[in-house]
């Protein structure tokens, strides 16, 4: 039985109880909100077991509403560049820097190879897009469903946890994406739509969704059901295509449930700020709760090589107002393949995103960890600035390029004008008086 089909029957599993005893929460509380579809905890069996190769085991995670926002981090060797051991550099990086779960996007190199890798080596979970593996073997027009179901079921025994399925994408969608300025931007979905046109047929990821739940079922996959029509510019964000997509979605999570498969839906990439709320209250209704997985959204376009900052603007708020999960934004968004240093500030940009939304949904004990640095900033900790700090060892740099050893101030305003340490003063006089 799926974590999902347990929870239904009244079993608070051992992932369950993890993530509970993780959340502060209550096991019930968790138990509930997998039942209600409304968290999921992406864990194969095969993962879960360690049996994926170096036998590094899964630490399950929790994904929705009623826990802390989590973060993910892509990777991927490309035909270009990279290899297994860079990406597992940079799965260490991302983990090292707050990524909760991973997706590997790898399109080049021995990809079954890197995949087994990095799930051996991984304790967060791992997703992946199955389409991408078949298109190294195969013209996007000579694969078959029998390729597509083949392909998913290979990842699913290597101990894939989340699978992103393009299946919302039909071919009534397609007239819609002419009249689009950036077109289709999901790699996923161009190459769906490739596959419907030359065909003249419906989505085959959408004929074959029962049979690729029953595989998702039988290793507790989770769904992460891929919007391949969302918004890549401003100018196309909330149109016809991305909700078309969106109601066929809503559709789909009501069919993985049925099937007893966990599902959370995946939402817009560029979005302006003022349409965020709009968009998170849209799919909530629409897909029945289940966890939303933003990509951003990326609030303005005219950033690159900034846009982990302009994404993150969008992220904080699409937390705040719905999403349970969300995709980090490298410096290299639109540019390039991520380096281990871009991995590094995408995760750092959302880990800041994740937590500011937590502080402001008054997730319990969020705004705990912000107070205890406070208290130690009050009182001129510095060693107790570090050790709370997110990056202490960056602070601590930073710190030290214009002050060699700790003191009662810091270089901004030197020790007679630290308005910190004369508020302390301040502060003793006051209780004396």
Not at 132 to 158: C, F, H, N, P, W
Not at 207 to 212: K, L, Y
């Amino acid at each position: 039985m799926t974590q999902y089909e347990q929870a239904k029957a009244g079993t608070v599993t051992a992932e369950m109880q993890r993530v509970a005893q993780k959340e502060h929460l209550a096991p019930e509380t968790i138990r509930q909100a997998v039942a209600d579809g409304h968290l999921v905890i992406p864990a194969n069996t095969i993962h879960l077991a360690g049996s994926a190769g170096a036998g590094v085991k899964l630490d399950p995670i929790g994904i929705g509403r009623c826990v802390t926002v989590k973060i993910n981090a892509n990777i991927g060797a490309s035909p270009v560049s990279s290899c297994k051991d860079e990406e597992l550099n940079k799965l260490r990086w991302a983990v090292k820097y707050g990524a909760d779960a991973v997706m590997d996007l790898s399109t080049g190199g021995d990809l079954d190879d890197i995949r087994t890798h990095l799930i051996a080596h991984a304790s967060v979970p791992i997703g992946t897009v199955p389409l991408y593996s078949m298109i190294v073997r195969k013209r996007i027009e000579e694969l078959t469903i029998a390729d597509m179901l083949a392909g998913i079921e290979a990842q699913a025994k290597q101990g894939v946890d989340f699978f992103t399925i393009h299946a919302g994408l039909l071919r009534e969608h397609l007239d819609f994406v002419a009249k689009r300025k950036m077109g289709i931007v999901s790699r996923g979905g161009s190459l769906l739509a490739k596959w419907m046109l030359h065909h003249n047929r419906q989505n085959p990821l959408y004929e074959a969704f029962d049979e690729i739940s029953a595989i998702c079922r039988q290793y507790d996959v989770t769904y992460s059901l891929g919007d391949g029509l969302r918004p890549g510019c401003l100018a196309d964000a909330s149109d016809a295509a991305q909700f078309a997509e969106l109601d066929t979605l809503g559709e789909l999570v009501r069919r993985s449930r049925k099937a007893g498969v966990q599902c959370m839906v995946e939402g817009p990439g560029h979005v302006p700020l003022d349409q965020i709320e709009m968009n998170m209250r849209r799919q909530q209704e629409t897909c029945d709760g289940a966890p939303f997985y933003v990509l951003g959204p990326i609030v303005t376009d005219v950033f690159p090589g900034y846009d982990h900052i302009t994404s993150a603007i969008g992220a904080t708020l699409a937390a705040f107002h719905g999403a349970s999960f969300l995709c980090y934004v490298t410096p290299a968004e639109h540019l390039t393949l991520p380096s281990a240093e871009d991995v590094k500030q995408g995760c750092i940009a959302y880990k800041i995103a994740a937590h500011a939304a937590d502080v402001a949904k008054k997730t319990p004990g969020a705004r705990d960890w912000d107070d205890r640095l406070s208290e130690a900033r009050a009182n001129l900790d510095w060693p107790g600035q570090f050790a709370l700090a997110f990056d202490g060892e960056t602070a601590k740099m930073v710190h030290r390029r214009d002050m060699k050893k700790d003191e009662d101030y810091c270089a901004m305003c030197g020790r007679d004008w630290c308005a910190v340490r004369l508020s302390r003063e301040v502060q003793q006089k006051l209780k004396n008086r």
